[in-house]
T-cell receptor, first 110, second 113 residues
Framework: SQQGEEDPQALSIQEGENATMNCSYK?????LQWYRQNSGRGLVHLIL?????REKHSGRLRVTLDTSKKSSSLLITASRAADTASYFC??????????FGTGTRLTVIP | NAGVTQTPKFQVLKTGQSMTLQCAQD?????MSWYRQDPGMGLRLIHY???????DQGEVPNGYNVSRSTTEDFPLRLLSAAPSQTSVYFC????????????FGSGTRLTVV
């Protein structure tokens, strides 16, 4: 399977707390991408981390990648109600298409 | 710059009817794909294209046709709609492999009765 598996399936936190989501995958990758999908809307690309990178930051997002364990994590700091969404990790192995799992559904309670 | 535009946003079809979901991008992207999203199943790839005149099947191509006569447009055709095709459909595009993420349209919610 080329898709990532997100864990947990659902996460509920208070506004201002940090949210951590994990991703495991099975293939060798060129890069790994995280996407967000708000309820009933399209997907938005958040961040891409290449296979030779271990950590990457973008605003309140921090992504780590451990290729030896075939795992990644997405940390959202100081969460906001607007962060409520489903988050998907997409491992890329060079194919031209994307394979999505079922995601982590994050709920941020105001 | 509109990005990826999908039309219509909502559609109800009767079983056996045919229709075309439109997808257009104005970013000169080579790669375009169609996905369907069903509860509990994530996104599944239907068809994709690596450039004008080139298409290929994804995970769940049955019941759908595509064509790519121009770089900008990638329509998805439902040949004979079935209730199992009730889903939300997303079109996505990317300009180059590995250099960034895909840009997604806002989706088409299709109901087949």
């Amino acid at each position: 399977s080329q898709q990532g598996e997100e864990d947990p399936q659902a996460l509920s936190i208070q506004e201002g707390e940090n949210a951590t989501m994990n991703c495991s995958y099975k293939t060798s990758i060129n890069n790994l991408q995280w996407y967000r999908q708000n309820s009933g809307r399209g997907l938005v690309h958040l961040i891409l981390i290449r296979s030779n990178e271990r950590e990457k930051h973008s605003g309140r997002l921090r992504v780590t990648l451990d290729t030896s364990k075939k795992s990644s994590s997405l940390l959202i700091t100081a969460s906001r109600a607007a962060d409520t969404a489903s988050y998907f990790c997409v491992p890329r192995a060079g194919a031209n298409n994307l394979f999505f799992g079922t995601g982590t559904r994050l709920t941020v309670i105001p | 710059n509109a990005g990826v535009t999908q039309t219509p946003k909502f559609q109800v079809l009767k079983t056996g009817q045919s229709m075309t979901l439109q997808c257009a991008q104005d970013m000169n992207h080579e790669y375009m794909s169609w996905y369907r999203q069903d509860p509990g199943m994530g996104l599944r790839l239907i068809h994709y294209s690596v450039g004008a005149g080139i298409t290929d099947q994804g995970e769940v191509p049955n019941g759908y046709n595509v064509s790519r006569s121009t770089t900008e447009d990638f329509p998805l055709r439902l040949l004979s709609a079935a209730p199992s095709q009730t889903s939300v459909y997303f079109c996505a595009s990317s300009y180059e492999e590995g250099t960034g993420g895909y840009t997604f349209g806002s989706g088409t919610r299709l109901t087949v009765v």
